[in-house]
Nanobody, 122 residues
Framework: QVQLVESGGGSVQSGGSLRLSCAVP????????IAWFRQAPGKEREGVAAIFIRGNPVYADSVKGRFTISRDSAKNTVDLQMNSLKPEETGTYYC????????????????WGQGTQVTVSS
């Protein structure tokens, strides 16, 4: 079983920044990529960004230029730096890991963290 643990959520004003962190296994044959998703109340879960074990990161169009996903091999974390946050980005942010498929499709991920809350006030 692969366990993922998110941290770093909180409250920030519009235009502010937050950094999320996901603790991941050091190595696993069951993981090729790790992604961050978010879910607002009453809305579907949507992909924010993903990073491949041996490739480049990918981002949702809505966050390009503001969010950065990165992997810290020394700490075994995948971090999401979020800048210029908007109120509509309020929601629960989840870390997910899987073998492959469509990076932004939740069903293609086998492992999920418990989520961390991000609240952006106007």
């Amino acid at each position: 079983q692969v366990q993922l643990v998110e941290s770093g959520g909180g409250s920030v004003q519009s235009g502010g920044s937050l950094r999320l962190s996901c603790a991941v296994p050091g190595s696993s044959a069951r993981i090729n990529w790790i992604a961050w998703f978010r879910q607002a109340p009453g809305k579907e879960r949507e992909g924010v960004a993903a990073i491949f074990i041996r490739g480049n990161p990918v981002y949702a169009d809505s966050v390009k230029g503001r969010f950065t996903i990165s992997r810290d091999s020394a700490k075994n974390t995948v971090d999401l730096q979020m800048n210029s946050l908007k109120p509509e980005e309020t929601g629960t942010y989840y870390c997910a890991a899987g073998l492959g498929g469509v990076w932004s499709r939740p069903g293609d991920y086998s492992y999920w963290g418990q989520g961390t809350q991000v609240t952006v006030s106007s």
